[in-house]
């Protein structure tokens, strides 16, 4: 399960442009106390509830007018 939110995860960063610093769309993701811009997250280096809840957000921002 993890490899595939990996692999959808990086659909969505080709999809978006890599996530560009430009979009306030993606800055502020957080994860433990971190604020980071979403480009800047590793998430292979996650540990599995990290990933999963970031994953989550990731996905209502995607699919969120803006």
């Known amino acids: 399960m993890r490899d595939l939110i990996l692999q959808r995860i990086e659909e969505i960063r080709k999809s978006e442009g890599g996530f560009s610093t430009s979009l306030m769309r993606w800055r502020n993701f957080s994860h433990g106390v971190e604020h980071k811009h979403l480009k800047d997250i590793k998430f292979e280096e996650l540990p599995d509830n990290e990933l999963l809840f970031l994953f989550e957000r990731l996905i209502r921002r995607?699919?969120?007018q803006m």
Do not use: K, L, P
Request: proline share 0%.
């Open 62 to 64: 995607v699919y969120t």
